[in-house]
């Protein structure tokens, strides 16, 4: 069964086919990074009229490469929320055309979900119950996941979510937009020798990254940070112990079967390398290109739902607050 995956939620316009939702037969991505560097953050309305632009000719692309036309493709799922409601209304309308014209099951996805199933597209396939880690620009949740749709949040961030945090970090630190990949880039010659807090918010899964960044915002404006590299990497290892101490925690509490990391952050290279070094449960972590924004991902959680029988009509809508649950 082979489902297009459209996403437009943020700032890439992605587009893919997946067989399965397992096999990647085309994951098309455009993003908007280098329009949105000079402002130093996404601006909604230029992500908007670019994801315009772009959408068509990535869905011809993702189509092209998988070689697959309308009449070969069983399902049309498209990210409905999370979002920038803007950019979400571009993909869920055009997929709302197609669907129409082409009499395609229409699938909408929480773009939250679609992230926990990028961990479907490699080699391993995940097992229940689990306990995914999402850790996005705009969430970081911990999620028990006891079957296909079957979701318990046990801890959220009271604040800045991690990857929020990593780009205010950077920004603080003055190393550019976007922060994520450059604190990760900056680490690399760094030392974590400088101090900083961890709030452990004992006695619950919740995260809370604001202490972190202001402790880190007084060190730069007292003028005690001497090498921005050696503030990436403390900076990155305090986020880290917390994500990967309470993910391991949780997810011996649950006894569960595996560990899935999700989520643009998912792609920092410590985060990876110290959850898959201290915990004692099997991790799965998909390739970085599959932890960032991405449709491959949106096409497998489409599969997942279309065969749970769940559909969507010609009049759903984007819920740019929309909840995992
Ligand atoms: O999942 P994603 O692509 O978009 C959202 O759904 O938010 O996540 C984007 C976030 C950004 O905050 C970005 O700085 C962060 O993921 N990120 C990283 C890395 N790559 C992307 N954070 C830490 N290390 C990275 N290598
Ligand atoms: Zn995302």
Redesign the pocket.
């Known amino acids: 069964m082979k489902v297009l995956g459209i996403e437009t939620?943020?700032d890439e316009t992605a587009a893919a086919v997946v067989e399965d939702g397992t096999s990647i037969l085309s994951n098309e991505i455009a993003s908007q990074v280098e329009l949105h560097a000079r402002y130093g953050g996404i601006v909604p309305e230029v992500a908007s009229r670019q994801h315009l632009l772009a959408i068509i000719p990535v869905i011809e692309r993702a189509m092209a490469e998988a070689g697959v036309d309308w009449h070969n493709l069983d399902g049309l799922a498209v990210t409905r929320g999370p979002g920038l409601a803007g950019s979400l209304l571009v993909g869920v309308s055009v997929a709302k055309a197609v669907a129409a014209v082409q009499e395609m099951p229409l699938i909408g996805t929480n773009?939250l979900e679609a992230?926990i199933y990028a961990n479907w597209l490699g080699e391993q396939k995940p097992r229940f119950p689990l306990i995914c880690l999402i850790a996005?620009?705009?969430h970081s949740d911990l999620v028990l996941t006891r079957g296909h749709g079957d979701y318990v949040m046990l801890g959220r961030t009271r604040d800045d979510a991690a990857?929020?945090a990593?780009?205010k970090a950077a920004r603080i630190l003055g190393l550019g937009y976007?922060?994520?990949?450059a604190?990760?880039k900056a680490s690399e010659t760094g030392a974590a020798t400088i101090e900083l807090p961890r709030a452990w918010l004992k006695g619950s899964y919740d995260f809370s990254f604001s202490g972190l960044k202001t402790a880190l915002l007084r060190l730069v404006e007292g003028g005690r940070v001497c090498r921005s590299d050696d503030a990436a990497a403390s900076f990155q290892k305090a986020v880290v112990d917390v994500l990967v101490t309470k993910t391991v925690a949780a997810a011996k509490e649950y006894r569960v079967k595996q560990i899935l990391l999700s989520?643009?952050?998912a792609?920092?290279?410590l985060l990876r390398r110290q959850l898959l070094a201290e915990s004692p449960i099997p991790v799965l972590v998909p390739p970085p290109i599959l932890?960032?924004?991405n449709a491959a991902m949106v096409a497998a959680c489409g599969y997942f739902r279309l065969q749970a029988g769940k559909r969507d009509g010609l009049n759903m809508d984007v819920v740019p607050g929309l909840k995992l649950v």
């Open positions: 939620s943020c773009h992230h996005s620009g705009g990857g929020e990593f780009d976007p922060g994520g990949p604190i990760d989520g643009g952050v792609a920092n290279r932890c960032t924004d």
